[in-house]
């Protein structure tokens, strides 16, 4: 039996013995607070597996109800009485960093040599800087692979006047449904000449060290937060102009770049936009960490699977829930590829022209936006999100591309009723104007 699960039969057996149905969490108490109904078996956790033996290509191969129930275990387990320590940080130089260049190619180089490299670049920094920070292992997993390549290419897009063929990228060529609107980037003739790049795109490929769920559960995102943030503070640009886009786990790290950030100048970084933030398994009682409101001057969230490899805990100043918090959303068959999703959604409202396609209202569950029709004041989730906002928002997506239903904004029943009387009072006015026409024309 691994660590773990000898530590939380233990601590099973040791609330029998006392008498107590579970155990209760002060302000002051590291031990985290579980339900009854929350506690688990002797036999159950006899069968749950360690961290280190679940990988992430494991969960893309499980059924979406069945990864969801294996994370919440673990999660469960994870949280019984001691924390997780984090404890596990990939040396800066073993961390991939591409520079995406307008024309499709990439300049690569590591973590610790990112500033460096991105400064001998040909006009970096001189408009938007977006870095994105991988949160899953796109080698090893299919559906992170072509969310990865769908953002990457919406924003060669963004970053050029006109769409551009890209070079070494097969976007959709794991795409099993066709639809009409969708985009296909084997057709030469919807490819024009590029005009000059808008802005530039680094990756930062931390995803590649995140291969199994204890390397996620048990990252250090505070020191790799920290050490993206040295390097940024060193770009030869305006530090207000960079958006930090980050997936899963890795939108904690960007979380607490941000902090560090801070510390270090003074100032915030422009954005950070969550694709679906995971859950912290390890936990630190003396210090709050992960992302937060406040980690940059707007903070936005797209959480996709919340009951599954996310989390349904308000991370940002807008959390936007996609059909509601749930295990998964339309169309996805596995927690990985539900995670993706929230990538793919923001990659959508990336390419030019697809900014609105997500249109959102304020609402507490998917059953009160149900309730309502839909209807309140329209914001939107992506890349067009006022950076004023503030609170929990719902949508319903598509199960396939595209995921967007750019439905136009609901009025209120009192808009529609006036909307209807204006209406009647034209059709009057018409009527009455038509009359009196014919009435003169008797006349004369």
Same mark, same amino acid.
């Given at each position: 039996?691994?660590?773990?699960?000898?530590?939380?039969?233990?601590?099973?057996?040791?609330?029998?013995? $006392?008498?107590? &149905?579970?155990? +209760?969490?002060?302000?002051?108490?590291?031990?985290?607070?579980?339900?009854?109904?929350?506690?688990?078996? +002797?036999?159950?956790?006899?069968?749950?597996?360690?961290?280190?033996?679940?990988?992430?290509?494991?969960?893309?191969?499980?059924?979406?109800?069945?990864?969801?129930?294996?994370?919440?275990?673990?999660?469960?387990?994870?949280?019984?009485?001691?924390?997780?320590?984090?404890?596990?940080?990939?040396?800066?130089?073993?961390?991939?960093?591409?520079?995406?260049?307008?024309?499709?190619?990439?300049?690569?180089?590591?973590?610790?040599?990112?500033?460096?490299?991105?400064?001998?670049?040909?006009?970096?920094?001189?408009?938007?800087?977006?870095?994105?920070?991988?949160?899953?292992?796109?080698?090893?997993?299919?559906?992170?692979?072509?969310?990865?390549?769908?953002?990457?290419?919406?924003?060669?897009?963004?970053?050029?006047?006109?769409?551009?063929?890209?070079?070494?990228?097969?976007?959709?060529?794991?795409?099993?449904?066709?639809?009409?609107?969708?985009?296909?980037?084997?057709?030469?003739?919807?490819?024009?000449?590029?005009?000059?790049?808008?802005?530039?795109?680094?990756?930062?490929?931390?995803?590649?060290?995140?291969?199994?769920?204890?390397?996620?559960?048990?990252?250090?995102?505070?020191?790799?937060?920290?050490?993206?943030?040295?390097?940024?503070?060193?770009?030869? $640009?305006?530090?207000?102009?960079?958006?930090?886009?980050?997936?899963?786990?890795?939108?904690?790290?960007?979380?607490?770049?941000?902090?560090?950030?801070?510390?270090?100048?003074?100032?915030?970084?422009?954005?950070?936009?969550?694709?679906?933030?995971?859950?912290?398994?390890?936990?630190?009682?003396?210090?709050?960490?992960?992302?937060?409101?406040?980690?940059?001057?707007?903070?936005?969230?797209?959480?996709?699977?919340?009951?599954?490899?996310?989390?349904?805990? +308000?991370?940002?100043?807008?959390?936007?829930?996609?059909?509601?918090?749930?295990?998964?959303?339309?169309?996805?068959?596995?927690?990985?590829?539900?995670?993706?999703?929230?990538?793919?959604?923001?990659?959508?409202?990336?390419?030019?022209?697809?900014?609105?396609?997500?249109?959102?209202?304020?609402?507490?569950?998917?059953?009160?936006?149900?309730?309502?029709?839909?209807?309140?004041?329209?914001?939107?989730?992506?890349?067009?999100?006022?950076?004023?906002?503030?609170?929990?928002?719902?949508?319903?997506?598509?199960?396939?591309?595209?995921?967007?239903?750019?439905?136009?904004?609901?009025?209120?029943?009192?808009?529609? &009723?006036?909307?209807?009387?204006?209406?009647?009072?034209?059709?009057?006015?018409?009527?009455?104007?038509?009359?009196?026409?014919?009435?003169?024309?008797?006349?004369?």
């Amino acid at each position: 039996m691994n660590p773990l699960k000898a530590l939380c039969v233990v601590a099973l057996l040791a609330t029998a013995v $006392c008498g107590n &149905q579970h155990y +209760r969490q002060s302000s002051s108490s590291s031990s985290s607070s579980m339900k009854p109904s929350q506690w688990l078996s +002797r036999s159950q956790l006899e069968k749950t597996p360690a961290l280190d033996e679940v990988s992430v290509k494991s969960l893309e191969n499980m059924p979406l109800e069945q990864g969801a129930k294996l994370l919440k275990t673990i999660y469960h387990v994870s949280q019984i009485n001691n924390p997780l320590p984090q404890s596990y940080a990939p040396n800066p130089s073993s961390v991939p960093v591409y520079i995406v260049k307008s024309n499709g190619q990439k300049e690569s180089t590591t973590l610790d040599k990112f500033a460096d490299t991105a400064n001998q670049q040909p006009n970096f920094g001189k408009q938007e800087v977006t870095i994105f920070i991988t949160g899953q292992p796109a080698s090893s997993c299919e559906s992170v692979e072509k969310a990865n390549h769908e953002l990457v290419q919406a924003y060669m897009e963004r970053y050029n006047a006109q769409r551009q063929k890209p070079r070494s990228y097969d976007y959709d060529r794991h795409d099993k449904k066709s639809n009409s609107n969708s985009y296909r980037d084997d057709d030469n003739s919807e490819w024009e000449t590029p005009k000059h790049a808008s802005g530039h795109l680094v990756i930062i490929d931390l995803g590649e060290k995140l291969q199994n769920l204890k390397q996620h559960a048990m990252l250090d995102a505070s020191e790799v937060g920290a050490k993206i943030a040295r390097q940024i503070t060193k770009l030869d $640009c305006r530090k207000d102009i960079i958006h930090i886009v980050a997936q899963s786990t890795a939108a904690h790290v960007a979380g607490e770049c941000g902090k560090e950030f801070k510390r270090l100048t003074g100032n915030k970084l422009y954005r950070i936009t969550a694709l679906d933030p995971s859950k912290l398994y390890s936990q630190d009682p003396e210090s709050l960490h992960g992302l937060a409101r406040g980690d940059a001057i707007f903070v936005d969230a797209i959480h996709t699977s919340a009951h599954g490899m996310g989390t349904p805990a +308000r991370v940002a100043n807008a959390d936007f829930f996609p059909n509601g918090p749930s295990e998964g959303v339309p169309g996805a068959n596995n927690v990985v590829e539900a995670c993706m999703r929230a990538t793919r959604y923001f990659a959508e409202s990336v390419r030019p022209g697809n900014e609105r396609n997500f249109p959102a209202v304020e609402s507490e569950s998917l059953q009160s936006y149900k309730k309502h029709n839909g209807y309140g004041k329209r914001v939107y989730m992506g890349i067009e999100c006022d950076d004023d906002l503030e609170g929990d928002y719902i949508l319903e997506v598509d199960s396939h591309k595209p995921f967007g239903k750019r439905t136009p904004a609901q009025k209120s029943k009192a808009e529609q &009723q006036q909307q209807q009387q204006q209406q009647r009072q034209r059709s009057s006015s018409k009527s009455w104007k038509k009359s009196s026409s014919s009435s003169s024309e008797d006349d004369e």
